[in-house]
């Protein structure tokens, strides 16, 4: 297991306090418990207008607690590691199981199905960053934004983070594993026009290994060129067309799949996909895989949050939907197996097309790309979904101008089933990557 000196628990540490919770634990009366043990730490530096705004570093540490009384279950959490503080955390646990009602799906996962190896994913790249050096790379990124066009005429700011943590799970079947991660980013957002004819737009690189971040300069100018492409926008009149999504929002449509296709929504009855296992819900070209172990990856883990292996699958193959996203608990709530989903999704991909985004472009002919969303207007119990937008009206295959204070409308299933194309231009930014996303229509509103 790696070492570095900026941790202040060694690993091995991190699994004796696990071991010790175990312990006090059985020995208090719990029938079962589970534990997690993580420390973190790091830092983020924002300059803006080429003067330091912000400097903050974080440290934290956390041990979770969450012990069965038979079908009764208790949850209690500390930052103290302290003997007593972790002998009255599991007390505490204990007690909140007396009060809460019995629960026949309650329970650790089966312990046939617990990750017995934890393979090596490269997920931790340590970025031994200074204060200065962050400074000077945030610099850098402000700089190249305002150097990419003169019609820049403010900046939000230039961020570089770096943040490392690692962790211990374990519970009272025999398991206990944990790692050490990272993750860095570098983002900027720009303000280009003057008074009321000003525009804001971002962009921002992200990694667990910052040898493997765009380059500052290069975020800097994207921010900028998007900042300045949304200067004159327009409204346009309501009617139905084409949307396409711009890859990272695209990424939010493979969300709203996993939140609709998760067993939480699903046993409480609270998803328009109720009953979907098995049915065509996409296209037949569409293809969804899920792939927890690539090494480096955002979304990548060798086992969930109960503990439980995770393994490569096929979410929807041809366009048909395959399995769920469940937990041990939300499992056994649907009298299914679990997917190894307890805490989300891993590494989501949905297989690219052919089309670059100039192809989606051209394939749309006259409709909507979508570059921004506002607001949350999604239900999942019926599907509809309304949200703000901005982005750009596209005719001819072109866009024509920006526009701005609009509303997309539509329904999550029919929006699935209209997708027309994926496209390659891939943006890998968590645990969903995608393409661009065509979708052949919806309901475009001036705001």
Request: proline fraction near 3%.
């Amino acid at each position: 297991m790696p070492q570095t000196a900026a941790f202040s628990y060694p690993f091995a540490t991190l699994q004796q306090l696990a071991a010790d919770v175990l312990k006090h634990a059985q020995a208090k009366g719990a029938t079962a418990c589970e534990v997690d043990v993580s420390e973190g730490f790091g830092q983020a530096v924002t300059v803006r207008c080429d003067e330091v705004e912000t400097i903050e570093f974080n440290r934290d540490k956390g041990i979770g607690i969450t012990v069965y009384s038979g079908q009764r279950k208790g949850y209690a959490s500390t930052s103290d590691f302290s003997a007593q503080a972790l002998r009255d955390t599991v007390e505490a646990a204990l007690n909140i199981a007396r009060f809460t009602a019995e629960d026949d799906c309650a329970g650790l996962a089966d312990a046939e199905l617990m990750a017995k190896e934890c393979p090596e994913l490269d997920l931790y790249h340590p970025w031994s960053l200074s204060v200065e050096d962050a400074i000077a790379t945030a610099r850098r990124c402000e700089q190249a934004a305002y150097a990419a066009s003169p019609l820049i005429s403010n900046s939000d700011g230039a961020t570089v983070s770096t943040q490392q943590a690692h962790f211990v799970s374990a519970n009272s079947l025999g398991f206990m594993a944990g790692y050490p991660t990272s993750r860095h980013y570098i983002s900027c957002s720009m303000i280009a026009g003057e008074q009321d004819a000003m525009q804001r737009d971002d962009w921002y690189t992200t990694n667990r290994n910052a040898a493997l971040l765009d380059a500052a300069e290069q975020v800097g100018q994207i921010a900028a060129e998007r900042a300045v492409a949304r200067l004159g926008a327009r409204k346009i009149k309501t009617g139905e067309f084409p949307v396409l999504f711009e890859a990272p929002l695209a990424a939010g449509l493979l969300g709203s799949l996993v939140h609709a296709a998760s067993g939480g929504a699903l046993y409480r009855k609270a998803s328009f996909l109720q009953g979907a296992l098995g049915q065509q819900i996409m296209p037949s070209f569409v293809q969804i895989s899920e792939r927890p172990h690539i090494k480096g990856g955002l979304g990548s883990s060798a086992f969930d949050s109960d503990g439980v292996v995770t393994r490569d699958r096929e979410v929807v193959t041809d366009g048909v939907l395959q399995g769920y996203f469940l937990s041990a608990y939300t499992a056994r709530k649907l009298g299914m197996q679990t997917t190894g989903n307890a805490g989300g999704s891993h590494n989501l991909i949905i297989q690219p097309g052919d089309l670059d985004f100039q192809g989606l472009l051209a394939r749309m002919g006259r409709g909507l790309l979508v570059t921004e969303l506002l607001g949350h207007g999604i239900n999942y119990v019926t599907g509809d979904y309304s949200r703000g937008a901005a982005g750009f009206w596209v005719e001819n295959g072109k866009i024509a101008h920006p526009v701005e204070e609009i509303t997309i409308a539509g329904n999550l299933k029919n929006m699935l089933a209209g997708i027309t194309a994926v496209g390659r231009d891939v943006h890998i930014r968590g645990t969903k990557q995608t393409g661009s996303i065509l979708i052949d229509r919806m309901t475009v509103a001036a705001g």
